[in-house]
């Protein structure tokens, strides 16, 4: 919501500052003599809207991401290459992390919870591996999932822009009347209707960047969660075989 105020903000400053008719406001408002949409009921000033939320969406993701990140430098684990861990060991470390993850967020808290949970419960490295590995591909099916509107964003915004210009040069093509030609307005009308595809594809770009940018940072953070966990939980906890209901 404050995405999309601060976006209607910004095009009600560019209303005043940009003259009726300019080439500004022609290009970036859709402000001009030729337009066929009712100002603001514009394509560009939609176009703006929809860039907004999901620059906010994923702004969100990317904040989330910094806090992924900061898990990993909060030392749940030891991280020499001497110390070992028992199993009776892990419980305080378990206790610390499960109030740090939901559906939602905490990547290396979510996984050490159930790593650790399937080691006390089965005493089987190989168990909690398995485990391991499993959460982290649900993980990643979770965060890939979670940019399917942004990608739908990513084709509405050209999606829309397309059907500006179709729309314009249709109406232009239709003012051409061979008993009492208006060459003046119809190419107006023909030069602005490109303009709501050119601002789209540039939004779209913009757009694409970005998400792509931070769902790369959001499955490293995922990755570098799942290898801090193997690294520092499974290749470290040293199970007794001879403990009831050990295994290898």
């Keep these: ?3 999309m105020c601060a976006a209607a903000a910004v095009i009600t400053l560019l209303t005043l500052i940009l003259p009726y008719g300019s080439a500004g406001a022609a290009l970036l408002l859709d402000r001009q003599p030729y337009s066929i949409f009712p100002y603001p009921f514009t394509i ?8 907004a939320w999901s620059l906010a969406d994923l702004f969100v993701r990317w904040r989330m991401t910094q806090r992924e990140r900061a898990f990993l430098a909060a030392k749940f684990l030891p991280e020499d290459s001497t110390t070992m861990l028992e199993v009776h060991e892990l419980g305080p470390i378990r206790i610390r992390v499960a109030p740090l993850h939901d559906a939602d967020s905490g990547f290396l808290p979510a996984l050490m919870d159930m790593t650790i949970l399937q080691l006390q419960a089965s005493k089987s ?3 909690s591996m398995t485990l391991l590995t499993n959460a982290l591909s649900l993980m990643s099916d979770r965060v890939d999932l979670r940019y399917q ?6 084709w509405l915004i050209p999606t829309i822009g397309f059907l500006g210009t179709v729309i314009g040069l249709s109406l232009a093509l239709h003012l051409i009347d ?5 060459l003046g307005r119809v190419v107006g009308g023909l ?6 595809t050119l601002v789209a594809l540039l939004a779209s770009a913009i757009l694409a960047f ?3 940018s931070v769902q790369e940072q959001e499955e490293l953070a995922l990755n ?6 193997l690294a520092n939980l499974i290749n470290r906890v040293y199970i007794d075989q001879e403990m009831p209901g050990a295994a290898s």
Excluded: W
């Design 149 to 154: 509107m942004l990608r739908y964003m990513a």
């Design 191 to 196: 030069s602005v209707s490109f303009y709501t």
């Design 125 to 127: 490295v190989e168990q």
């Design 1 to 3: 919501m404050i995405a």
């Design 178 to 182: 061979p008993k009492n030609m208006d």
């Design 44 to 51: 560009q000033n939609i176009t703006y809207l929809l860039l």
């Design 224 to 229: 570098a969660a799942g290898q801090y966990c």
């Design 210 to 212: 970005a998400q792509h």
